[in-house]
């Protein structure tokens, strides 16, 4: 493997926790509450750019954990607002 | 309790004197009398000592059940908040295809199990597995992809394994069954075709608020072992994209995509691209090798997608090139360009909706130009049932393999 391709790969994997800090520090509760209003209207506009919009109350909370953090990976969306989303889904459930 | 104890020993202290004072010799009426008052009084004192007994094992057995409880309650809310969790998702689909050279034919689709496996936001093993019956009976069994994520920051994750390629839009986010509109893949989005499939390696990817009105920057950048050139018959056959787990060239493959969503707009855009040098692999009897040769490849992409009202519009264009190369077996590279425009609107409150897509797909080979329409109902937002039919229509010189044909699909999310 060249330099350069170890060094990009350093890169991918290191950087963004030295560049931006690690957020993801042990919390009391996790996620923390977010923002029920924003999150809201996160899940209107974000759920249906590839599928059919899910109602709350199909996943139990826990269940909606691990579904908004895939799809965080796959929307491209923030922390933040993976945080609003499960709180506004748990709260309609 | 400490009282109840208090007055046992009382108690039996009443009945130790009172035996005491029953079997001292007495004399006379009055004598007896005393005596069988004390008789009476002992009699009164058993039974109450009896009686505290059965109490003291009921709030024994009381404390004991308060204690259970707890245990209980205490393991129901470790369901609710487990630092650790595990979660099954996936799709499943079945079907019925007719197509004009063959008789129409039941199929069992696929059966795509996604497991997840979190811990609290720090990091989440994803692996989805796609599981087929072909035409003779026999299982397939794949690996889609098998990734730990690590959510680096609010902005940053860092995706690490074999990943559905995140160049382009279609292969990554719609084509699982029940998202797709349709019971196909647009010509040239399937397995090996012009849009790349997987990719094993390391990507990072995110999304960033760009402005106060919710519009974000959605990006995926990513290095692999890329994909590799399948010679056979002195010609490219296709570039394979499965997301290869070994790299024979040693030389690795960069890309990503660059979106813009803006949710206000109900708009989204995307560029995708991608470059680096890929191995080639050739069929040598029943076994496959790498020839040891390296040539260039490169790839490009742009998608769109538009939801006005109960309308949705996407439309995506890839293109996937490998250069020549003098010193292999088929020295003359090739391009493999696809793109595809697809309508949809859903009759609200109603549960029906309309298709239409148009398409066309080019190889070194052949040219297929695909109309498709479609009607699906929607049980359930992850439960839906297509009805459609495609027409293919051959433009180049070779047979591009698709044929006219109805399709019939049920798709389960879940």
Known sequence: MGKRTMAVLAGLAMGPALLMGHAGAVWAEYPPEGDFVRGARLWAENCGRCHNIRDPRELRDDQWITTVYHMRVRGGLTGQDVRDIYTFLKQSN | ?414
Do not use: C
């Open chain 2, 1 to 414: 309790m400490a009282e109840k104890r208090r007055r046992l020993k009382e108690a039996a202290a009443a009945v130790a004197l009172g035996a005491a004072l029953g079997a001292a010799p007495v004399q006379g009426a009055d004598t007896a009398r005393v005596a069988e008052a004390i008789r009476a009084e002992l009699e009164a004192l058993k039974s109450r000592i009896r009686e505290l007994e059965k109490q003291l094992a009921e709030q024994r057995r009381v404390e004991q059940e308060v204690k259970d409880l707890r245990r209980e309650v205490r393991s129901a809310a470790e369901w609710k908040s487990p630092n650790t969790l595990i979660h099954m998702a996936g799709y499943a689909d079945v079907g019925y295809t007719d197509t004009r050279s063959r008789t129409g034919t039941f199929g069992s689709g696929t059966f795509n199990p996604i497991l997840h496996y979190q811990y609290r936001d720090v990091v989440m093993l994803e692996s989805e597995l796609a599981m087929s019956v072909d035409e003779l009976g026999e299982t397939t069994t794949e690996l889609e992809y098998l990734t730990i994520d690590w959510f680096a920051n609010d902005y940053v994750t860092v995706v690490a394994g074999k990943f559905l390629s995140p160049l382009g839009w279609f292969r990554q986010n719609l084509h699982p069954s029940w998202i797709n509109k349709l019971p196909s893949a647009p010509a040239g989005f399937g397995h090996d075709q012009a849009a790349p499939n997987a990719e094993v390696g390391v990507q990072v990817r995110g999304g960033v608020p760009v402005s106060g009105n919710g519009n974000r920057l959605i990006y995926a950048f990513y290095v692999g072992n890329g994909p590799a050139a399948e010679i056979e018959s002195g010609e490219i056959e296709m570039i394979e994209t499965p997301g290869l787990g070994g790299d024979a060239d040693g030389k690795k493959v960069f890309g990503g995509r660059l979106g813009l969503y803006f949710p206000g707009r109900r708009l989204e855009l995307g560029l995708s691209g991608a470059a680096g040098r890929v191995g080639e692999i050739e069929e040598v009897g029943k076994s496959r090798k790498y020839t040891g040769v390296t040539r260039d490849y490169d790839f490009l992409g742009a998608d769109f997608t538009w939801r006005p009202r109960q309308f949705e519009v996407r439309g995506e264009w890839v293109r996937q090139k490998v250069g020549d190369q003098p010193a292999s077996s088929a020295p003359e590279g090739g391009t493999w360009q696809a793109w595809y425009l697809q309508g949809s609107y859903r009759f609200m409150p109603h549960k029906w909706e309309v298709v239409a897509r148009l398409g066309r797909y080019r190889t070194p080979h052949s040219e297929v130009e695909q109309k498709a329409l479609g009607l699906n109902y929607i049980f359930a937002s992850n439960f839906v049932a297509k009805l459609a039919y495609e027409f293919n229509d051959d433009r180049g010189a070779e047979s591009s393999g698709y044929e006219d044909r109805l399709l019939l699909q049920a798709s389960y999310g879940f």
